[in-house]
């Protein structure tokens, strides 16, 4: 017999179990600027708080924090996939200007640029931001687009 949990990993490609870093950084991100027009963010967003009502009791970890003893990296790739959108320069992603510091110190040989508001991979960089940070969820497929 399924579980709804086993049918959900089912239902998408990218709908695997994902640790509890990687949740906690993707809390912490729902519901800035979802794409909410677009099935597939709908859906991916419907499946992350699935999977975190599951669970149960889950701390958002917004960028540069993770649940004690997790990856850092790890809850930062749950807050990029869900908040992070591709632009013209990279992968852009809010994160506050007191974290930013923090973000760019962890990534130094990376090209990271930033502003008041958010921090942008460069497309150039985004190969090894994806091997330090996993990224899950329709932001794959849209910096795949950028490459078409």
Known sequence: MLTDDMQL?????YST????????GALAAVGEDAESSDWLWNSFLEDILHMIQNIGEITPCEPGIAPEGESIYDALGGYVSVSGRMNEDGLRFRVPLGRQEKLLQMFGGLMLLRDQTA????????????????????????M???YA
């Open 17 to 24: 179990f994902p640790d509890l870093a990687w949740l906690s």
């Open 9 to 13: 990993a089912h239902r998408h490609p």
């Open 119 to 142: 921090i942008v991979v460069s497309k150039h960089d985004l190969a090894g931001f994806t091997q330090l940070v996993p990224l899950r969820g329709p932001i794959t497929e849209k």
């Open 144 to 146: 795949e687009e950028s």
